[in-house]
């Protein structure tokens, strides 16, 4: 690099599926600062396939994006969550006296540590969000092995970690292979179904993907 010039940020963006990487790239419009790739969905394939992207090419910051279900009374279907917080909901062990999480039970942590740069990026890209017109809110995201499918379980989760406002399959495990090497991690959700009982017709994929191309269109101002 010469006198004078900067580098480049170049920002890694993992989506689950094809049909969430494309409404990403629409939003991108070719910016050539993103690559956009499948982490496959759950939280291990998103592990092996964010680090095998990390240990390929140098990025400055890695978006776990996507669609994902909101929490009944904090995100609505067709708002947007920017987490705050990514955390494993579901490692850990079922005890007589409920659910142990694997920092109760000492065998590790199931946050991804937030320091405040990443605070403070946080509260930038809510900003812009909220300028671009976005429904957009923070709150803890979490990352579960099973689509919650109950309102049992969803008063469960709601219960023992305050403030959840949405679920998805991928931010822990993007986040756990981005603060490997180093590297900060945002997660962004579109809301494409309420957390609770089971009912796929009511599933707005497609307005989803919809806000998700627009707040894809905002990171561009945003970096
Ligand atoms: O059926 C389709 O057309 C379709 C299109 C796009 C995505 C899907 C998925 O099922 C993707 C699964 C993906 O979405 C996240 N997700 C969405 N809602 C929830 C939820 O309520 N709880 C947990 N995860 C959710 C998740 O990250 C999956 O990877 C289907």
Redesign the pocket.
Known sequence: MSCGQQSEVRILIMT??S??RDAVLRGLHSDSRFDVLL?G??SVAAAVNTAKALATSEYSLVISA?????FPGRAEVGSLVLANDIMVADLGAETSEGFRSVDDLGFGCSHIQIDASIVELVERVTRAMLVAGLPVITGPVLT?ST??GTAERAVELATRIPGAT??????FGVGFAAVDRGLPVLEL?A?????GPRD?ST?R?KD??DVLEVASSVLTEVF
Do not use: D
């Open positions: 689950a599926v049909v969430e982490a969905v759950g996507g669609i994902g279900g909101g579960v689509v919650t949405a679920e998805a399959m991928e931010g959700r809301i494409s179904n309420m957390v796929r599933w994929i989803a993907l």
